[in-house]
Structure formats: C-alpha cells, structure tokens
C-alpha cells in the first residue's frame, strides 16, 4: 500500500510539472499575462468586424512572408533549370576554339591511312629501299667526279671576290672598274657551272643540281659581299668630310684590343669571307652576332637528325614515290585525265611528306649544325609559314635567308629608285621563278617552263588569296598550292624527261 501511494504521488507531481511548463509556454514574448492575452483574443473573436481589427503586427509580417516565398519559389526554379541562352560549341559565335581533340582525331586518322597506303605498297612491290642505289645518282664514272671538282673550283670566284674589295679599299680600283670586275665574276659564277652539267657526259643529274645549289648561294652571298663592302666605303667618305681630323683617327683602345667589333677594312682576310661562305645565311656583316660556345648536345642532336633524316628521305622515294612516278607514265602519255588525275593525288602525299621532312633536315637539323660549329647567333631560319594566310606571307617566312637577301639587296633597292612596290614584288618572284627554273632544268638537261610558270602563278593566286580569302580560308588555300602544286611540277618533270631519254634510247 505505501508502494502504490508513492507512486500516485510522483504521478501527481508530473502532472503538475507538465500543466505548469504548458502554462508557461503560453507566455507572450512582450510579458503580457495569460489573462490578458485570452481577453484580446476573445475580444478580437467575438468582434464582427475581426479583419478591420487585427492586430497591426500580422498586417507587416505578412508581406515578408509573401516576398520570402517568391525568394524560395526563384530558388526552387534555377536549383531546378537546366537550360541557358548560349550557341552551339561549333558555332563561330560562341567563341569556343580549342579543338585539341580533333586536331589529335586528325593525326590518328592521317597516321592510320597512310600506314595503311604503306602497307599496300609494301605488299604490291616488296622493300625496295637500297641505300647502295643513291650512289650512282651522284657519281656515274668513279674516276670523273665532275660535281666535286667544281666544288673546289668555287675557291677561284671566292679570292676574286676578296682582291677586288682589298684594292677598292686602297683606292688602285676605281668604282667603276671593281663593279665591272664582280660584274664578270658573278657572271661566270652563274654560267660556268651550268656549262659543265650541258656538256660534261659524266655529270649526273642529282650531281648537278647539288653543285648548282652550291653555286647559287655562292652567286647571292658575293653580292652581297660587294654590297656591303660598297657601303661601308660609302660612309667612310661621308665620315671623312664630316669629321675632324683627329675624330677620324682610331683611338687607341682600338689598338690595345679593347674593342672587338671589326671595322672595314679591317674585315677584308680570307678568315672572315670564309667564315661569310660557310656560315647559315646570305647576307653579309661586318660583325655576325656570335653565340658563347658550342653546345655539344645540341650539336649531337642535330647531326642525329640529319642522318636520320636523310636515310628516311632516301627510303621514302625509294619505296613510294619512285613506283607511283613509274606508273603514272602510261596515263600522262595517253592523255588519260581521269588516271592521271588520281595518279596527281596519290602522289601528293608522299612528295608532301617528303617535302616536309627535307625543310625540318634542311632549315632546322643542318642550318643548326653549321651555326652551332661556327658560334653563329642569328638561328632565326624560318618562321611560322604555317600559319599564312596569305601567300606572301608563305613566301616571307618559310626561308627567311632568302627573304632577307632579297628584302636587302633587290627589293628595297628597286623602291628607293622610284619603282612601285606591286612592281618591285613582281620583280622579285621573277627572280625566284628564273633560279627555280635554272636549279630543275638545267640538271635535266632540258628547258621546259614548268617551275619558272609555277612561281608566276603565284603572283596571281597570292592576289587572289589576299583579296577573296581570310583566316582559315587562306591558310587552306595555301596548303592546297602547297600540296597539289609540287606533284604537277614533279609529274611534268618526270614525264619530259622520261620521254625524252626513251625516246633517245630507241633511236
């Protein structure tokens, strides 16, 4: 019994505990009393006219209220959008332009198809790569080596050349005389070789393009040898009636060494005309920017890339472009457009490729290897030719020796004598055209245009380019030319003088 009445009595006790805390809750949050609270309720309830006499308090909390839920009603709506004004990613007015993955899609794809063409060859003709059969296309006698011996014969225009500068610097050749002297100098330079390659039997074609080649770059660099050497005698006369006589006399750091920049004359030494000869460009200074010594592995590198590279070139035209030249003989001498335009196509590729390799061992692999062992500076050989977009551009960067030279010594010339530059840019692919024919036929032993119409016709295509095409539409018009343009020239080439050697052959 006293068990059950303790345990009424906490029972009691919770009850009271529970009524008092739900009274307590019941509190306003002003501190208003109970009572007060339940009459303005009841008098608010019993009132007919409640909505007139609410409290005031509901009327402002109200419109928060309305205005937070539109807030979470926009909320709810974009945490729930899933579409924004934008363009297509391929379209140009989105400005998106990183295409790394097509252009990667790309190089897979032109890597898979020529592994396949490679393949084909392979099993249509077997490994025809001999690397003994490029000899023969440089000697065709061993004992008649006409291309070498040409070659040192080139010493004879070299130390012309350099006696004639000496006696115009000491006055014993008048002006006149030392131009008409270089005059017949570079004449000969010019058409003594290609006399030799016409008449000289031994004289194989790859040899005397090789030795013309020599002879060309020898033609520009003595040129602009006389050039420079003629301005510098220019402005030594100026300094001599503008300064004093003392000014004009060396000081004497100059005899003690402190100054390591040569002056002219002191340039003219077989030393720094040879240094001029070998040395990766054409136009000629005084003082070459020098770099602080050679680097052995990058000299390694580069002769690595030159021997690869030249055994890839060999084994490239020996696998590839020498079946399809061959069998592209039947369709040109029946006139069939359909086979030789799929023959120009198949040929496209290869000459392409071969072409690119011979600029990457040429400008970039061999250039670099003569500039590293004689400490030349300037290894600026080309530039970003494929980006033009223009095909002046093209013509401007991709051999920026040759630009150079004529940029210096002919086509600012003919705009200072008060030609007009449409004329002096013509007459600059003229020149281009003339030793592009002159180096292809020549060799051939055979004139017929192709090379020197190729180059015209740059003129009115780089027109074209320039006033129709912009942006990627020129740059595809360039690499078409680029690509489609040699194969012709290589085709036309070819079939003259197959035909004209078989035909010699049967008579």
């Known amino acids: ?181 270089h005059f017949i100098n570079m004449a000969i330079v010019l058409t003594f070789p290609a006399a030799v390659v016409l008449l000289v039997p031994s004289m194989t074609p790859v040899g005397g393009a090789f030795v013309l080649g020599n002879y060309t770059i020898l033609l520009l660099k003595l040129y602009s040898y006389k050039d420079v050497n003629m301005w510098c005698r220019e402005l030594s006369t100026v300094k001599a009636k503008t300064l004093a006589r003392s000014m004009s006399c060396p000081s004497a750091r100059h005899f003690n060494g402190g100054d390591h920049k040569v002056s002219y004359p002191g340039n003219l030494t077989i030393k720094d005309i040879y240094y001029f000869v070998f040395a990766p460009t054409l136009c000629y200074e005084l003082n070459f920017p020098r770099s602080p010594k050679i680097r052995p592995a990058f000299l390694l590198r580069r002769l690595f890339e030159m021997l690869f590279f030249i055994q890839v070139l060999v084994g490239l035209t020996q696998q590839w472009m020498i079946p399809i030249i061959q069998s592209s003989m039947k369709p040109l001498q029946d006139m069939d457009l359909s086979r030789m335009t799929e023959r120009l196509l198949r040929l496209a590729v290869p000459n392409h490729l071969l072409w690119l390799i011979f600029f990457y061992w040429f400008f970039h692999s061999s250039m670099n290897v003569s500039a590293e062992l004689l400490r030349f500076g300037d290894r600026q050989f080309y530039n970003d030719w494929w980006n033009s977009e223009t095909v002046t551009y093209f013509w401007s960067n991709w051999n920026i020796p040759v630009h150079k030279w004529c940029l210096r010594h002919f086509y600012k010339p003919l705009l200072r004598r008060g030609f007009s530059k449409p004329f002096s840019q013509s007459a600059v692919f003229f020149l281009s055209a003339f030793f592009h024919e002159y180096l292809v036929s020549v060799p051939l032993r055979m004139f017929r245009l192709w090379a020197f119409t190729g180059m015209m016709a740059q003129l009115p295509f780089a027109w074209f380019v320039g006033h129709f095409l912009r942006g990627n539409y020129g740059n595809a018009a360039v690499w078409i030319s680029l690509i489609i343009g040699q194969p012709c020239a290589i085709l036309m080439y070819v079939h003259d003088y197959y035909v004209l050697n078989h035909t010699q052959e049967v008579g």
Request: hydrophobic share 35%; net charge positive; with cysteine.
């Open 1 to 181: 019994m006293g068990a059950l009445k303790g345990t009424e009595a906490s029972t009691r006790r919770r009850r009271a505990t529970l009524s008092a805390g739900s009274r307590a809750s019941l509190l306003p949050m002003n501190g208003r009393s109970e009572a007060a609270c339940q009459s303005s309720v009841t008098a608010d309830i019993s009132n007919g006219k409640g909505k007139g006499k609410r409290d005031h308090s509901l009327e402002t909390v109200r419109p928060n209220t309305t205005r937070e839920k539109k807030k979470r009603r926009n909320d709810i709506n974009e945490r729930f959008s899933c579409h924004n004004s934008q363009e297509s990613l391929l379209s140009s007015a989105s400005g998106y332009n990183n295409y790394r993955g097509i252009l990667n899609w790309c190089v897979i794809m032109l890597v898979l198809s020529n592994a396949r063409l490679f393949l084909e060859n392979l099993l249509r003709y077997g490994i025809l790569v001999d690397p003994f059969q490029v000899v023969p296309l440089f000697v065709k006698d061993p004992y008649s080596w006409p291309a070498a011996c040409l070659t040192i014969v080139s010493n004879v225009f070299i130390l012309v050349a350099l006696y004639t500068e000496r006696q115009l610097s000491k006055g014993s050749f008048s002006e006149r005389v030392g131009f008409l002297v």
